[in-house]
């Protein structure tokens, strides 16, 4: 795990996934804001052992970006530990809430194509990133729609192409864009 401050009250956590990591930004107001929550062991390899470190008592909300299993794993231990209120868009929100709908969605047509040991392989390692466990989504955001808080506002912007429902996350103050997977290896752009 790597940390790094990129503006007064902004984090960035690098947390562990294969060889590029998953970046998730901690917004430090009188709430704290996680963005993204990565998957199910992120929370346990990162987030915790950060929030410790930093002293920081808690996460308030978690905003998700998009509703794959590498940005969502996480919602249920965040939830559970600290009663985070999970944030999301329409879209996303059913990936969240119903775990197995992101397999039966994304890799189950693949079935007929791979050799039985090799989707039994994808379906698990899909379940290691989700977990197995459902999590409620708490309240809704789109692209327009903006939350202020003391330091900054921030904006939801759609984000098509890489998922239905993808939402980029920009802080005009600090001209700081969260884009999720919207721009494919560049989660977090300070322009």
Known sequence: MRVMEVAENIHIIHAPYYDIGIILGLLVDEAVFLVEAGTASTPEEAVFPYMEKAGLKGIDRVIILHGHQDHIGGCKALKDRYGAEIIADR????????????????????????PPDRFKEIEKGYYLERGREPCNVDSYISGGDTLSLSWGEIEFIDGPGHMDGLLCLYIRSDKILFSSDGIQGLSLIHI
Do not use: N, R
């Not at 059913?94 to 890799?107: V, W």
């Open 91 to 114: 879209v996303a929100a059913p990936f969240i809430e119903d775990p197995d709908l992101g397999f039966t969605t994304f890799f189950k047509k693949y079935i007929h194509y791979l």
